[in-house]
């Protein structure tokens, strides 16, 4: 896309649909953009349809289910499934990067509680 071209209208779709989101959950851009790590400023660009989210890290999770296993021997293996293919290594190095991963996740995750809390306000929201 030249400096001259408007951005594709699916652009300003996906702008509004994350205003009308925003805004239905009582969520500032500020509180917004410091959850998802960018500026206000960047998520009123985003909203109006003048710019698209850059590339992050992408999630542990979305990297399909993931899985540590240990042998009897203490040999550490790890296990992970993707939509187009499946990998049991015990290369320590993805080993170790899955470890992180999971790490990450579980540090994440909401309690018992906080997921029942947050299922609740989803459905009264409906």
Known sequence: MSVQDPPPAAWRYCGDQLKRWRTRAGVSREELGAAAKYAPDTIKSM?????????????????????????????????????????????????????????????????SAGSADFIKRMVDEL
């Open 47 to 111: 909203e109006q349809g003048v710019r698209m989210p850059t590339p992050q890290a992408k999630a542990a999770s979305l990297l399909g289910p993931m899985l540590l296993l240990e042998t009897v021997d203490h040999e550490r293996l790890a296990f992970t499934e993707g939509p187009s293919m499946s990998q049991l290594t015990a290369d320590a190095e993805v080993v170790g990067t899955q470890a992180e991963r999971i790490s990450m996740l579980r540090m994440e995750a909401l309690s």
